[in-house]
């Protein structure tokens, strides 16, 4: 009677063992966890798996979901391109997007990037206008005239321009929103969370890379 109950009990164990996988994936569902888009869009690196956060400095949530990137980044693989997007939802949103824009032109979104949502949501700065955007860059190393030569530079508004754009094709009406691969969006409504979203995106991001694969595969003569 033991060694039934032992082997009953054994073959439990490894049958919950072989369906862990199958069952974690099976959390996961379109229209629930994750969005399709209704129509793809263009990556950036062709070849590779592109995973772009649409954000705003303005947004309480976003800035919380900002260490679960970090964390997420320092392991990210190597097929994996990470880009950031500034949402442009309407106008007041534009100046900060232009911010972003500026200080990667400039070579300083490293420090800029974490300091610009600390000082608006733990030091309740209130920046404003294109002077405050400016004081703050001159506060953290940044000349004001190369700050001015970039903020307004045609650079920084083509780029303005694509995010513009990018934000109407990928039909988004919140933020933090990620979008996988171009196919797929999933947010914090979606997916339950700030860790949710980052455990939904490496859902999406193995999907793509085995459907990548399986393609690769098709095409070897």
Not at 24 to 42: V, W
Not at 115 to 135: G, R, S, W
Request: net charge neutral.
């Amino acid at each position: 009677l033991c060694m039934k109950s032992m082997t009953r009990w054994l073959y439990t164990l490894l049958v919950s063992v072989l369906l862990t996988g199958p069952l974690a994936a099976a959390e996961y569902s379109e229209g629930k966890q994750y969005l399709r888009l209704a129509k793809p869009q263009p990556t950036s690196v062709p070849g590779k798996i592109e995973v772009v956060e649409l954000f705003w400095y303005g947004c309480p949530h976003c800035y919380e979901l900002e260490p679960h990137i970090q964390r997420w980044l320092e392991s990210k693989p190597d097929d994996v391109v990470f880009v950031r997007l500034p949402a442009v939802l309407g106008p007041r949103w534009e100046l900060l997007g232009k911010a972003f824009y500026t200080a990667e032109l400039l070579g300083v979104a490293d420090t800029i990037h974490p300091a610009l949502f600390e000082a608006l949501h733990e030091k309740k700065q209130k920046i404003t206008n294109e002077a405050a955007v400016q004081d703050f860059f001159v506060n953290h190393g940044v000349t004001a005239e190369d700050f001015r030569n970039s903020f307004n530079s045609f650079a920084v508004s083509v780029k303005m321009n694509n995010a513009k754009a990018m934000t109407r094709r990928y039909a988004i009406t919140g933020v933090p929103t990620v979008i996988v691969n171009g196919k797929f969006s999933t947010g914090g409504r979606q997916a339950g969370g700030n860790a949710g979203i980052i455990k939904v995106v490496d859902y999406l991001v193995a999907r793509e890379r085995d459907g990548m694969a399986s393609v690769a595969e098709a095409e070897q003569p």
